[in-house]
């Protein structure tokens, strides 16, 4: 890996490092707060930014991803930011073509069929030649930030990204990913080891260019069961934290607290906070206080406020994220949805849910 210029220029000092405090599970005057696809459809200047453009190319623009990941945080108080990027461009660095059809989402036109087309993808990737883009985005966009908030890098994890790479694009069932696994289990295994190895060097990648936190998405968790998940995605997981964390001492830069996300996985939660992360986050199906109990306090936990309360008014929300953070408590915890904001979310109540979450904290961390 070429890509170190980053930390030879450190650029301003971390004004609120409430987030990263939070994730080590240290002391914080606030619950911190940030909201995945806090860059997305529902701001108007998002729109405005992205019209006309191909959605790749976007990514492939330093320039247009900084301005993406920015936007957000100049309308509220967020305590991080997240790269703009996209899980997908994994599965474009091994050679497939990816293509973002308006109305539909992602689309293979060419999905891996049966274990032969293993062939097609690249046997070893240069992840600074073909993901470059991203750390040059990273690197400019914690130059542009002047240490307002941390940067958080992510990638897809192996599982989710291999169930785009055979289904061919979104899936209500996976079945046909789901039927490598039944059926050629050594191609299956074969395909997320190959994903590890990329997504271990990509997320390397992303720290050496300025990422100052990662988070792993395992977005289709809820299409497997505990024993198919125990197989096929939970060692790949552990593979990922373990490796990183290992080439980053390897390499003499600090660690960076990891969070993994695995959407619909509430029967994983015990495996989840042995598993090399700092944070496990939570979509809005799990019960804080019972994930505190479950998890032991070996982790922090970030979530999960249902998406769809940001349709309720002001007042609703303000009580919704009062209950959330007496369930979790202020220590240890990162405030954020179980998902990522809809396109049609009103802005105002994202803002809404951002302030409630600081007041009821500030609160909440008065009274102890």
């Given at each position: 890996m070429k890509v170190n210029s980053f930390h030879q220029g450190e650029p301003s000092e971390l004004k609120n490092d409430t987030f990263l405090r939070a994730a080590r599970g240290e002391e914080v005057e606030h619950v911190p707060v940030w909201c995945m696809r806090q860059a997305g459809r529902y701001l108007p200047e998002f729109r405005e930014s992205r019209a006309g453009k191909d959605f790749f190319e976007t990514c492939r623009s330093p320039e247009a991803c900084c301005e993406l990941t920015l936007q957000p945080?100049?309308?509220?108080?967020?305590?991080?930011?997240?790269?703009?990027?996209d899980i997908l461009v994994v599965p474009q660095a091994l050679g497939m073509d990816v293509q973002m059809s308006p109305g539909k989402g992602p689309v293979f036109p060419e999905p891996l069929k049966e274990p032969d087309d293993l062939q097609r993808l690249r046997p070893k990737v240069d992840v600074d030649a073909e993901l470059g883009y991203v750390?040059?985005?990273?690197?400019?966009?914690?130059?542009k930030l002047e240490g307002k908030v941390p940067l958080i890098g992510f990638t897809g994890a192996p599982w989710t990204l291999m169930s785009y790479m055979i289904e061919g694009g979104g899936s209500t069932t996976h079945s046909k990913a789901k039927r490598w696994l039944y059926r050629h289990p050594e191609a299956s295994h074969k395909l997320l080891r190959q994903l590890t190895d990329v997504?271990?060097?990509?997320?390397?990648?992303?720290?050496?260019a300025g990422a100052q936190a990662l988070q792993v998405f395992e977005s289709h968790t809820g299409c497997l069961g505990?024993?198919?998940?125990?197989?096929?995605?939970?060692?790949?997981?552990?593979?990922?934290?373990?490796?990183v964390k290992d080439k980053l001492k390897d390499s003499g830069l600090d660690n960076v607290p990891m969070i993994v996300f695995a959407k619909d996985g509430h029967y994983g939660l015990e495996e989840?906070?042995?598993?090399?992360?700092?944070?496990?986050g939570l979509d809005w199906t799990v019960d804080p206080?019972?994930?505190?109990?479950r998890t032991g306090g070996r982790v922090s936990l970030q979530g999960n406020m249902d998406p769809c309360a940001l349709y309720a008014t002001k007042e609703r929300i303000s009580e919704i994220v009062k209950t959330m953070v007496e369930g979790f408590g202020t220590r240890g915890y990162i405030a954020n949805l179980g998902h990522?904001?809809?396109?049609?979310?009103?802005?105002?109540?994202?803002?809404?849910?951002?302030?409630?979450?600081?007041?009821?904290?500030r609160q909440l961390l008065n009274r102890n």
């Open positions: 945080l100049r309308r509220f108080p967020f305590d991080a930011s997240i790269i703009f990027s750390f040059k985005a990273i690197t400019l966009t914690r130059h997504i271990v060097e990509y997320l390397l990648g992303q720290v050496k505990p024993a198919e998940f125990k197989e096929f995605s939970l060692p790949y997981l552990r593979d990922i934290a373990r490796r989840l906070s042995q598993s090399h992360y700092e944070v496990v206080r019972s994930a505190r109990e990522g904001v809809y396109p049609d979310m009103d802005p105002e109540s994202v803002g809404a849910f951002v302030e409630a979450v600081h007041t009821h904290s």
